[in-house]
C-alpha cells in the first residue's frame, strides 16, 4: 500500500468532500443518501473498500464545513449542515 504522506491524505479527503458538496448541489436537496457504488464512482475511488482511517479523515475534514456525512454498512448519508425543517414557533 505505501507510505502515508499526510499531504496526498489531505488531498484526497478534500477532494472526497468537494465531490459529495457538488452532489449536493447538483440536486438541489438538503440530503442525499447513495450506496457505496455510487459514492465510489463519484468520488474516483478505486478502492475495493473504503478505508476506516480515510473515512476519519474525511470527517475530520467535513467538520469545519457545512455538510454532515454518514457512512453506514450499505449507504452514504450526505446533509446541508443547516435547519432545514420547517416548524412552528
Known sequence: ???W???QSAEESEFVLNKL???L???GK???TM???EFYNLTHNDLRFFSASMRDRVLAHARGGNVLI???SSTVL???DNNFAEYDK
Open 30 to 32: 438538503d440530503v442525499i
Open 70 to 72: 454518514a457512512f453506514g
Open 35 to 37: 450506496g457505496w457504488g
Open 25 to 27: 448541489e447538483r440536486t
Open 1 to 3: 500500500m505505501g507510505n
Open 5 to 7: 504522506n499526510p499531504k
Open 21 to 23: 458538496h457538488e452532489a
Open 78 to 80: 450526505v446533509a446541508k
